[in-house]
């Protein structure tokens, strides 16, 4: 996570943030346009997250529910009224594109399968989001420009269970340890219940994506659990993701 120290205008925030952006160092540790973050370095540290309205109103209600598991971070406020705005405590520690961690990409590879072992056998009663699949095929229906598009998308919503809970976006940036340890999940906007191999896609993605190289993959799988694993839906998600934009 890279933190730029910034400058900003106060007025440009709802009144309710003032009191802890005042006198706060603030730096930007955004990493996509669709949204800006800041960290707020003050008292434990708090990051704030903005974005177009209703755009942050999944991932408030999945950040939420993920706390109350251990896996995240909590939720001081969400407010949407012009824009959206998602007010968390920071997890302590650092994201898995640390170069500590990318130096040391097989201990990365175990232990992000573990992880991820970890978090698909968590409880899921109570989830808000009970079928991501649902979700997921309709993005993946606004997208398709042809038949053969919609005829992958088909075979997705015969055959995907809802089953697991998942992250939605399992990569290195949205893991958090400290020193190896687990400490949280950030970023839970496509998270809910749905097809584990969703999550395994993104996890075998973001290692070939942040090591360059693809060596990782097989060795991924194996600390996962092969039996565990559907071919067959990993080359669904892959068109879904590559051919159709998402």
Known sequence: MIL??????ISDYPAKFHP???DAKIYDSSCSPEAKVIFIDVDGGYFLK????????AEAVMT????????????LDYVSHDCDWLLTEKIHGDDCVAAKYLEQPERLCDTIAELLVNLHSVDFVGCPVPNYNEVYISMARRYATSDADHK??????RTFE???????????PNIVLKDWAFSGFIDLGQAGVGDRNIDIFWAAWTLRYNLKTDKYRQRFFDAYGRSKIDE?????????????GL
């Open 4 to 9: 730029k120290p910034i400058s900003i205008d």
């Open 20 to 22: 802890i952006l005042s």
């Open 50 to 57: 903005s974005a177009a309205r209703g755009k942050l109103a």
């Open 64 to 75: 939420r529910y993920f706390h109350s598991k251990g896996l995240s971070a909590k939720v």
């Open 152 to 157: 992958i998308i088909d075979i997705a919503e």
């Open 162 to 172: 809802a089953d697991t809970l998942l992250h939605g976006d399992y990569c290195l």
């Open 232 to 244: 067959e839906k990993l080359r669904i998600v892959h068109t879904i993701e590559g051919k159709i």
